[in-house]
């Protein structure tokens, strides 16, 4: 039972485009909401998280928007640059519990 | 100064036999996790411990035991191993445990059962 969902297993973005990550969620007690990123043979390192006390939150080239009645989220990379490529966890957590539900991820491709 | 090391980073070994991997943070934070990365990619928690004391023990075989020796260690002892443990296994730090307490990995440790 996925509650967390990344459809696009992969996407390729020409360097210095804008790179959208898609995430969708189906438990509607998640009000807290992380972006992971991962490079090959290392763990994944926190990248950004939102509230859904908010729809938007930015840190740099980073922001996630948040659409809670879509029960969806998207991280945005503006401009993308090649030490982007990685894959993306989305993860997810409600109130009630500590526990961050991670997503399946999604490769991210940065052409040169 | 790696600050969530785990060691070893490959095991293979056989079924039926038993292992350990350990973990330590340098990083003085209060709970550690062990997750689990499975062949479909997803990563689930197994464990959480805060301060040695066991927090979150999901749907986990008794095959797996946690130990915290102190609070900057978390070692995983996995017994009688099975084809189906085979994974990336992700030990993980926190400072306080909160969800909105980032989390910090180490590099995993690629388990294959043969």
């Known amino acids: 039972d996925q509650q967390v969902k990344q459809n696009s297993p992969s996407l390729s973005v020409q360097e210095g485009r804008i790179s959208i990550l898609n995430c969708d969620y189906t438990n509607s007690m998640f009000d807290y909401f992380l972006w992971y990123k991962k490079y090959p043979a290392e763990g994944p390192t926190f990248l950004i998280s939102i509230s859904s006390i908010k729809d938007k939150n930015e840190d740099g080239r980073f922001t996630v928007f948040l659409n809670k009645s879509a029960k969806h989220l998207s991280l945005h990379i503006v401009p993308s640059q090649p030490g982007d490529s990685a894959v993306y966890f989305c993860?997810?957590?409600?109130?009630?519990?500590?526990?961050?539900?991670f997503g399946k991820g999604t490769r991210l491709h940065i052409l040169p | 100064d790696t600050a969530v090391s785990q060691t070893p980073k490959y095991l293979v070994t056989q079924m039926g036999n038993d292992k350990s991997i350990k973990c330590e943070q340098n990083l003085g934070h209060d709970t550690m996790y062990w997750y689990k990365q499975d062949s479909k990619k997803f990563l689930k928690i197994m464990f959480s411990?805060?301060?040695?004391?066991?927090?979150i023990n999901e749907t986990v075989p008794n095959r797996f035991s946690p130990k915290s020796p102190d609070k900057a260690h978390l070692n995983l002892h996995i017994n009688s191993l099975e084809l189906g443990d085979s994974a990336v296994y992700f030990c993980a730090s926190s400072p306080t445990g909160d969800r909105d307490s980032p989390l910090h990995f180490g590099n995993g440790t690629r388990l294959t059962v043969t």
């Open positions: 411990y805060n301060n040695k004391e066991l927090i």
């Open positions: 993860a997810a957590s409600a109130k009630r519990d500590d526990k961050i539900i």
